[in-house]
């Protein structure tokens, strides 16, 4: 199911992929390992651009202003309007992740200007967003 939704902006940590989506993995993992848990964090993939120049940044959303992650940039991700699709059991199913983003695309009129943005509710499933103009 399809879902039409206005995000507000969400203050992170990043870390940047040197290899893009296909880097996604290792740097979900580093960024990972500078948290001393991930109990009660919100996890995001964010993707700025078209592969396979896509800039990808793994995220965890801030707790308050005053919270440093050491190794890791501080950002923002965008708010505004979204439709998003949600990927039960994203883990074992990562090419559903893509399949997703490839039916959203086809549905609106893109902004470029916003990332499409991965939201990870745990192990469970994934919402996969993209921004509408």
Same mark, same amino acid.
């Given at each position: 199911?399809?879902?039409?939704?206005? +995000? !507000?902006? &969400? %203050?992170?940590?990043?870390?940047? !992929?040197? /290899?893009? +989506?296909?880097?996604?993995?290792?740097?979900?993992?580093?960024? @990972?390992?500078?948290?001393?848990?991930?109990?009660?964090? *919100?996890?995001?993939?964010? &993707?700025?651009? *078209?592969?396979? %120049?896509?800039?990808?940044?793994?995220?965890?959303? /801030?707790?308050?202003? /005053? #919270? $440093?992650?050491?190794?890791?940039? !501080?950002?923002?991700?965008?708010?505004?309007?979204?439709?998003? *699709?949600? &990927?039960?059991?994203? @883990?074992?199913?990562?090419?559903?992740?893509? *399949?997703?983003?490839? #039916?959203?695309?086809? /549905? $609106?009129?893109?902004?470029?200007?916003?990332?499409? &943005? #991965?939201?990870?509710?745990?192990?469970?499933?994934?919402?996969?967003?993209?921004? $509408?103009?």
């Amino acid at each position: 199911m399809i879902n039409t939704l206005v +995000l !507000s902006p &969400v %203050n992170i940590f990043y870390i940047q !992929s040197s /290899k893009g +989506l296909a880097g996604a993995v290792n740097t979900f993992n580093i960024l @990972e390992s500078k948290l001393t848990t991930l109990k009660g964090r *919100k996890f995001y993939g964010v &993707v700025y651009g *078209k592969p396979p %120049n896509e800039t990808y940044w793994a995220c965890v959303a /801030k707790r308050d202003e /005053k #919270e $440093v992650l050491d190794g890791c940039e !501080s950002g923002k991700i965008p708010g505004g309007k979204y439709i998003g *699709k949600r &990927v039960n059991d994203w @883990e074992d199913n990562i090419p559903e992740i893509g *399949k997703a983003f490839q #039916e959203l695309m086809t /549905k $609106v009129t893109l902004d470029y200007n916003r990332p499409f &943005v #991965e939201y990870y509710h745990g192990m469970n499933y994934m919402i996969a967003r993209v921004p $509408v103009v």
